[in-house]
């Protein structure tokens, strides 16, 4: 880090601010930065409390000195592309988006176009900056191929808020899936820990005492059952990384057509009709694929209005592909 281009930033601890983490203290005065970034720059050292170098976790206590050394902040943020938006709910301080299968939610390696942070930066004059230039109104993410619902943030309150009750589990969530084989239960709770996977860099894993491991729950309850196939309901309570895709995969049931944790990513309706009845001769069906990206979908969000307080309760209906699966199946079951 280049020293003559950082700026100190000093502040004392108020009354009011007594219990924050240090890295939502500074997001809250120094508004041309983003709270990941402002992360990294306690991760790597930038910040001390009383002359104590400090983690992003540290809660501060009322009449602390907080000092922080500030880079330049990024200015790079997406390009604004004409992709039409399916828009659930929005008013002048948040807007709940339908996303589709396929859309990345912010720009990565390898994906700088076609984003969901692109067509954001099109269709909205204002959008809140808490998550960085590349993440404008991000409060969570969806994978690339979970379709669904997902809040957008207009300001940094309403970020900042929404975040709030992210963390503290007090947002419903609720995904719908197709898995491969037969769940024991009707319902159960899945708890265990993730963390990163030990060999491959885009996965996750179960893993018990590792520096990245953090809990993880998921309650699911199944919908229907077919031979060979499950819909079930999910309802994780906390929010890890695939938290869905690796407790769904440690059951032995990978999410259908989840090509990360279960091999494939593609299905024909041939393959579902003979798997489903299995009487069926080989020619049945058809090579026409029904399904080419993982079958789970956000379907239901719920939550307090930061501003208004009111409860917003947001729905997605079951998108065409993964309906198509389902009346696949059934009209197959129908054949046994």
């Known amino acids: 880090m280049d020293e003559s281009s950082t700026t ?5 601890v108020t ?13 809250a005065h120094l508004n041309s930065y983003s709270r990941v970034f402002l992360r990294k720059v306690v991760q790597n050292g930038g910040a001390s409390v009383e002359g104590e170098k400090v983690k992003p976790s540290f809660h501060v206590r ?3 000195i907080v000092v922080v050394d500030l880079p330049p902040p990024p200015t790079d943020g997406p ?12 008013d002048e301080h948040l807007i709940a988006i339908d996303k589709p299968p396929a859309m990345v939610v912010h720009p990565a390696k390898g994906h700088w176009s076609g984003t969901l942070t692109s067509a954001l930066a099109y269709h909205f004059n204002q959008l809140s900056d808490v998550g960085g230039p590349t993440r404008p109104g991000v ?23 929404l975040a709030a009750q992210f963390e503290s589990r007090t947002i419903e969530k609720e995904y719908f899936a197709i898995v491969i084989g037969k769940i024991d239960f009707d319902r159960d709770v899945i708890r265990q820990p993730i963390g990163q996977h030990p060999y491959q860099r885009d996965k996750m894993a179960i893993r018990h005492d590792h520096s990245s491991t953090r809990d993880a729950e998921t309650m699911y309850e199944v919908v229907e059952r077919f031979d060979g196939f499950t ?26 057509c989840d090509r990360l944790y279960g091999g ?3 299905v024909t309706r041939g393959e579902l009709m003979r798997r489903q009845a299995r009487g069926l001769p080989p020619e049945a069906g058809s090579d026409c694929v029904v399904l080419n990206r993982q079958a789970l979908h956000s379907r239901h969000l719920a939550f307090k209005h930061p501003i208004t307080h009111a409860r917003v309760v947001l729905d997605s209906p079951i ?5 198509s699966v389902i009346d696949i199946l059934r009209e197959a079951r129908k054949r046994e």
């Not at 009354?15 to 997001?27: H, I, K, N, P």
């Not at 998108?319 to 309906?323: A, F, N, S």
């Open 139 to 161: 409060v969570h993410r969806l994978d690339r191929d979970t379709s669904g619902v997902i809040v957008i943030a207009k300001t940094n309150v309403v970020h900042l808020a």
């Open 15 to 27: 009354l009011d601010e007594q219990g924050q983490r240090v890295d939502a203290l500074l997001a």
């Open 319 to 323: 998108p065409p592909d993964i309906q």
């Open 231 to 256: 819909a079930v309901r999910l309802v994780p309570k906390t929010g890890r990384t695939h938290q869905i895709r690796v407790h769904l995969a440690h059951l032995r049931c990978p999410v259908l």
């Open 62 to 64: 009322a009449g602390q």
């Open 264 to 266: 494939h990513s593609q």
């Open 79 to 90: 390009r604004p592309e004409a992709i039409p938006l399916t828009i659930l709910y929005e």
């Open 8 to 12: 100190l930033f000093r502040h004392e």
